[in-house]
């Protein structure tokens, strides 16, 4: 009986995350700047983001601005301070086509720079891809 009270509560836990990512606010990419609508950040809040991109080999996300975020916004993803990743549950590019994406921070850059870590179209079956690595 305890057996089957846990698979229960994990399938209401399941529920409940797909349900806050199917809820989520998109990302858009315009003019080189991605919009993240909002991301709950420990210690700061719910923030709108606003990186500028540049693609030096490889594309950068630089953090341009962050404000608060309306509270009736949903997540746009989910942010690990832990490895300063930034998990995106959907991006919009300008040609329609849509993304999940997981940037990271460049360690040894000034500022807040990101880089992609991991980017999967979503309605593909392929793997996620991993970006290639930079070459010096």
């Known amino acids: 009986m305890a057996c089957k009270k846990g698979i229960v509560r ?13 809820n989520a606010s998109t990302s858009t990419i315009e003019n080189n700047t991605l919009l993240v609508p909002r991301v709950d950040i420990e210690g700061y809040g719910a923030l ?7 693609f030096d080999g490889e594309y950068f ?6 404000t608060p975020a309306s509270e009736s ?12 990743e930034l998990e995106l ?18 360690s040894d850059s000034s500022g807040y720079r990101f880089r992609i870590i991991e980017a999967q179209q979503i309605g593909s ?5 991993e970006p290639p690595e930079p070459t010096s």
């Open 10 to 22: 994990l399938l209401v836990f399941g529920l409940v995350f797909l349900a806050s990512v199917a």
């Open 48 to 54: 709108q983001l606003v990186f500028h991109l540049s």
């Open 61 to 66: 996300f630089d953090l341009g601005d962050a």
């Open 73 to 84: 916004t949903e997540n746009a993803g989910v942010f690990d301070a832990s490895v300063m």
């Open 89 to 106: 549950f959907e991006i919009q590019l300008e040609s329609g086509e849509q993304y999940t994406a997981k940037l990271g921070l460049v």
């Open 125 to 129: 079956n392929d793997p996620p891809a």
